[in-house]
């Protein structure tokens, strides 16, 4: 049952901004924030801290505003939303309400999208060890696979020549772009053309669908380059009588946390180690205030040079090629807010205080990755509060030194006090739920579906 929260005239609740490291809001999670704070101390109160609110309509208004970018260049195209990114299955269902397919990596990814109504043959199976079962499923379903090496492809080609069924498997074959030599993804040029050379003679096995790959780092440069590298393998698979019609250029879309001038600001002056608990600056961290969007970056990439004479856009088009990507953390820009309860402060050596939060760095877990999040939490005081300005890091409920959220020192306006929240801005995208768990037998998070219903209102219901 959605719970319809309606305003009570009770003490109002504080909403306190960072001055540093402000989070960008969607309108109507800050129109939530600073109109109803009240709310989400209630909803605290009910469904317990830290609680994940997911926000399905940021999905949505993503996914159109990367659908536009192609339909401007008229490019065919295939979205597969990256699952791995965010374990909600109302983000599945708002994929499959946005006609886009899914990315998935193991089979409960693929159960959850068929669950959420994705149509199977919207699926793209990605990863480098697929177990037999996984593969079986996929085939079955008509599902896309993603071949990462030659074994792959032998044990694919051992199940389907097994199989009494004549049944056949949708591939792409995943390339490893030249400046990721060493990396344990995808095929170099030799594997690459055993597999095209193997599936001429296979036709009763395999539907070869086109190339894959997928690069870290965020930069479209890098993108056009293994692009232009793997269309030299679409001419290849042509020349051999093959039929490729996609090159899936993965995920690594950036999105942007924080206003670029306010991000650069804090990077280039306040960024030290004196600015952290444990008096060290992260050697490396997500570009949080990104120059270029998703829909810039996807821009820039179809406008990037294939040749002197032809963008990437204008080879796919004649070339008859679907530009395929799968976005995750993109497609959830701003699609969840994880709220934590505060449950007192602590004075420590050296005058520092440490705040603790009911819940863990496994639910805002950049620190397990020897980064930091560089999103300042916001603070709502559950009553009005004299301004007793304070510093603190924040660290979790477990006995683990490092169940640390936060290493930096937070400069908080009031003083937060127990039962006060802190909400951590745009968590979806990898850092709710990645690492979340039952240590010390804490309940796992909950995570409700937020639903703007008509303006400033809000229905609130159980993610299943
Ligand atoms: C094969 C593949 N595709 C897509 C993605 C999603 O990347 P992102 O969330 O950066 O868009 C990943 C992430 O690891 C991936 O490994």
């Known amino acids: 049952m959605p719970i319809t929260t309606t305003y009570l005239n009770e003490v109002r609740p504080e909403v306190h901004l960072s001055k540093m490291l402000n989070p960008l809001l969607d309108a109507s999670i800050a129109q939530l924030l600073h109109n109803q704070p009240d709310t989400l101390l209630k909803l605290v109160a009910q469904h317990g801290s830290p609680l994940n609110l997911v926000w399905p309509h940021a999905f949505t208004l993503n996914t159109r505003a990367l659908q536009s970018v192609l339909e401007q260049h008229e490019v065919q195209h295939a979205i597969f939303y990256g699952a791995k990114a965010n374990k909600s299955q109302c983000l599945l269902g708002a994929a499959k309400a946005s006609g886009i397919g899914v990315d998935v990596s193991s089979l409960y990814e693929m159960q959850a999208a068929l669950r959420a109504g994705v149509p199977a043959d919207q699926l793209c199976a990605t990863g480098p060890a697929k177990t037999e079962d996984f593969h079986r499923q996929l085939v079955q379903a008509g599902a896309l696979i993603c071949v990462d090496s030659l074994e792959e492809f032998d044990h694919l080609k051992t199940l389907l020549e097994a199989s009494s069924e004549a049944i056949k498997a949708r591939v792409l074959l995943r390339y490893r772009p030249n400046n990721c030599a060493a990396s344990r993804f995808g095929m170099g040029a030799a ?12 036709r009763a096995f395999f539907d070869f669908e086109g190339f894959h790959f997928h690069l870290g780092g965020y930069g479209f440069e890098s993108r056009a380059q293994a692009f232009r590298e793997v269309a030299d393998f679409v001419d290849v698979a042509r020349k051999m009588g093959l039929t490729p019609t996609m090159i899936d250029i993965g995920g690594g879309l950036p999105i942007r946390y924080i206003e670029p001038h306010a991000y650069d600001r804090f990077i280039h002056n306040d960024n030290t180690p004196s600015h952290y608990y444990n008096q060290s600056v992260p050697k490396s961290y997500y570009p949080y205030g990104s120059n270029l969007t998703a829909s810039q970056w996807l821009n820039s990439f179809l406008e990037s040079a294939f040749s002197p004479r032809q963008s990437i856009a204008q080879y796919l088009k004649a070339n008859h090629i679907t530009l395929a990507l799968e976005p995750g953390r993109s497609l959830v820009d701003q699609a969840a807010i994880s709220v934590f309860r505060v449950t007192r402060s602590k004075k420590l050596a050296d005058n520092k205080t440490v705040l603790f939060v009911e819940g863990s760095s496994f639910s805002a877990c950049e620190t397990w990755f020897a980064s930091e999040y560089l999103v300042d939490p916001i603070l709502i005081s559950a009553a009005s509060t004299s301004p007793t300005p304070m510093q603190a890091y924040i660290a979790g409920h ?67």
Do not use: W
Request: proline share 5%; with cysteine.
């Open 191 to 202: 594997d690459l053309l055993v597999c095209l050379h193997s599936l001429t003679g296979l």
């Open 398 to 464: 477990s006995c683990l030194d490092d169940d640390v959220i936060t290493q930096r020192l937070i400069n908080f306006s009031v003083s937060p006090k127990a039962g006060d929240l802190l909400i951590y801005a745009n968590t979806a995208g990898y850092q709710m739920d990645l690492l979340e768990n039952e240590f010390h037998r804490h309940p796992l998070p909950r995570r409700m579906v937020a639903t703007c219903c008509t303006h400033g209102n809000y229905a609130f219901s159980p993610d299943y």
